[in-house]
């Protein structure tokens, strides 16, 4: 119970103390294994594979494949990835290193705004810290209202809908249930479009030669999904769109592609590590990749598209391979957070 729990006036002497009213911000990503080795990435692909909302294909017909073939082979291969961008002097992934660098600048940010009020926290959708534990601690800490805030700038079932997901189960079990809000997706918001041309416009400002396209690579889905009627697609292009229009750049100096495909179906096109290959083979020698669905950066950014993605381009002909940074922590992507967080506090806070 924490130190400000009081018995409330006129309450009789054996009434529990109740701590003091406030109100939780819960920024959610979506999670990393503790370690790199066999048993605790398996854990961790168990977690995530078996997640409807990210293989929605049957139990009885998906599971006997991941617990035998995936979960058998993947942890080996996924560890080794991991194990290339582990941040060893953390003991943790870089998720996990710059989640917790954006809830620091965001809880400086907030509490110059509101004070001590606003708890601010965060919790992993798959993984620890979980979300149910980050829930339970902000209910004992006196958070009678909670703003769950998942980190994905554009909305798909995979991501926000299964993060929230886990946030309603988690408020299932408490017995004073605080009031809840979700923040939507901020994909055309103007202040996270503004932090996405100012990171572009410092990669090249540093730069000798300008590259001849700017690759906007998202993560993929399965096309199905789109045509079932998420949003995800649509949102990303509007994106890339906007981003467009801040730089005042001409169509043909960016462009939208889909990475991280799994599995037989199709996906999302065009595939980043296809289409790059194709821009070196038309004469884009000089390519920039940046990934405006990630809000930090990740195995999927320092690992799958600066290796995999520019050992592609580079096989293919091209000479300069720039990836952009997620805008992780960047003053810009923090000013951006707390503005929507803001005004999604709006009513419960002045």
């Not at 309450?11 to 109100?23: D, G, L, T």
């Not at 809880?107 to 009020?117: I, P, T």
């Not at 700017?214 to 096309?223: A, F, I, Q, T």
């Not at 520019?310 to 720039?322: D, P, Y």
Request: with cysteine; hydrophobic share 35%.
């Amino acid at each position: 119970m924490p130190n400000d729990a009081v018995r409330p006036a006129h309450a009789p002497q054996n009434h529990p103390a109740i701590p003091r009213e406030r109100v939780g911000v819960l920024v959610a990503n979506l999670g990393t294994p503790d370690g790199t080795s066999y048993w605790p990435m398996r854990r961790y692909l168990n977690e995530f594979l078996s997640d409807k909302r990210v293989i929605d294909y049957p139990a009885w017909k998906w599971q006997p494949i991941l617990q035998t073939v995936i979960l058998g082979k993947r942890p080996f291969t996924s560890g080794k990835a991991y194990e290339s961008i582990w941040n060893h002097e953390a003991g943790e992934s870089p998720l996990m290193t710059i989640t917790k660098q954006q809830v620091a600048k965001l809880k400086s940010v907030l509490a110059e705004r509101y004070g001590e009020v606003v708890m601010v926290d965060y919790c992993m959708r798959y993984g620890n810290p979980s979300t149910k534990s980050k829930v339970r601690a902000m209910v004992e800490a006196g958070c009678t209202k909670i703003l769950f805030c998942p980190l994905y700038p554009q909305y798909a079932g995979a991501t926000i809908a299964t993060a929230n997901d886990q946030f309603f189960r988690a408020l299932m079990e408490e017995k004073w249930q605080p009031a809840s809000r979700t923040l939507p997706a901020y994909f055309d918001d103007p202040a996270y479009i503004d932090a996405l041309a100012q990171s572009v416009e410092r990669a090249y400002a540093k730069l000798d030669e300008q590259p001849d396209i700017l690759v906007c690579s998202y993560h993929g889905l399965p096309y199905r999904y789109l045509t079932e009627g998420d949003p995800y697609h649509c949102q990303c292009v509007k994106t890339t769109r906007l981003l467009k229009e801040r730089l005042g750049w001409a169509d043909d100096r960016i462009t939208t592609t889909f990475q991280s495909r799994f599995g037989p179906e199709e996906w999302l096109k065009p595939y980043t590590v296809e289409e790059v290959a194709e821009l070196a083979k038309r004469g884009k020698k000089r390519i920039a990749v940046m990934a405006p669905a990630f809000s930090a950066d990740c195995i999927e950014t320092l690992e799958e598209i600066n290796e995999e993605i520019r050992e592609s381009f580079e096989h293919a002909g091209g000479e300069s391979f720039t990836y952009i940074p997620c805008l992780n922590d960047d003053d810009a992507h923090i000013a951006a957070l707390a503005g929507r967080i803001e005004a999604n506090l709006a009513g419960w806070l002045d």
